[in-house]
Nanobody, 124 residues
Framework: QVQLVESGGGLVQAGGSLRLSCAAS????????TSWFRQGLEKEREFVAS????????SIAGSVKGRFTISRDNAKNTVYLQMNSLKPEDTAVYYC?????????????????WGQGTQVTVSS
């Protein structure tokens, strides 16, 4: 099992940046592919970005491509989401999710472990 804790959310003006962190504890995190999802108020949860267990493969949703990047440091058991040029429509609770597999998928149903979420609010 693995436990996930997100941090780094907050209030930022449009155009600003935030870096979210997902810290993992438990079994070897370098065997878990990891993704970020987000859920805005009265919206469905949506895929944001994913990274393979090794870190060599990444995928970014079209809505944030060119603005968000995902990375991981397996020595620190941490996955990061760097968010630049933030827009009000990026406002949401951001969740980190992990699955015991080499490769990630964009479907939330494929993930067994979830963090509690961190709120990101972008003001206009």
């Amino acid at each position: 099992q693995v436990q996930l804790v997100e941090s780094g959310g907050g209030l930022v003006q449009a155009g600003g940046s935030l870096r979210l962190s997902c810290a993992a504890s438990g079994r070897a995190f370098d065997s878990y592919a990891t993704s970020w999802f987000r859920q805005g108020l009265e919206k469905e949860r949506e895929f944001v970005a994913s990274i393979s267990a090794s870190g060599r493969g990444t995928s970014i949703a079209g809505s944030v491509k060119g603005r968000f990047t995902i990375s991981r440091d397996n020595a620190k058991n941490t996955v990061y989401l760097q968010m630049n040029s933030l827009k009000p429509e990026d406002t949401a609770v951001y969740y980190c999710a992990a699955r015991s597999a080499a490769w990630a998928t964009p479907q939330s149903i494929d993930y067994d472990y979830w963090g509690q979420g961190t709120q990101v609010t972008v003001s206009s």
